[in-house]
Nanobody, 117 residues
Framework: QVQLQESGGGLVQAGGSLRLSCAASGGVDRIRTMGWYRQAPGLQRELVATVTIGGDANYADSVKGRFTISRDNAKSTIYLQMNTLRPEDTAVYFC???????????WGQGTQVTVSS
């Protein structure tokens, strides 16, 4: 059973930066693609960025050029460096991973990111 634990959220002013971390435990050798998603109040959860085992990254258009996803396979951890934050980036950010042998993905509990104008 894979478990994901996010950290690094908080309150920041517009234009500021935050770095999120997501550490995986339990069955980490089965983990494949990992990523970040976010959900703002009243809206659906949306993709922010994903990264494969090999380090290939994919980003939502809204965060390209501002956010960077990275992965440390030795630590079973991914990071999301968020720069030039905007009030519309305010959301709960969730970590997700896909694992071999598991039909359903695994999700973390989420971490709140609030950007004030």
């Amino acid at each position: 059973q894979v478990q994901l634990q996010e950290s690094g959220g908080g309150l920041v002013q517009a234009g500021g930066s935050l770095r999120l971390s997501c550490a995986a435990s339990g069955g980490v050798d089965r983990i494949r693609t990992m990523g970040w998603y976010r959900q703002a109040p009243g809206l659906q959860r949306e993709l922010v960025a994903t990264v494969t085992i090999g380090g290939d990254a994919n980003y939502a258009d809204s965060v390209k050029g501002r956010f960077t996803i990275s992965r440390d396979n030795a630590k079973s951890t991914i990071y999301l460096q968020m720069n030039t934050l905007r009030p519309e980036d305010t959301a709960v950010y969730f970590c997700k991973c896909e694992a071999a042998g598991s039909f359903w993905p695994y999700w973390g509990q989420g971490t709140q990111v609030t950007v004030s104008s």
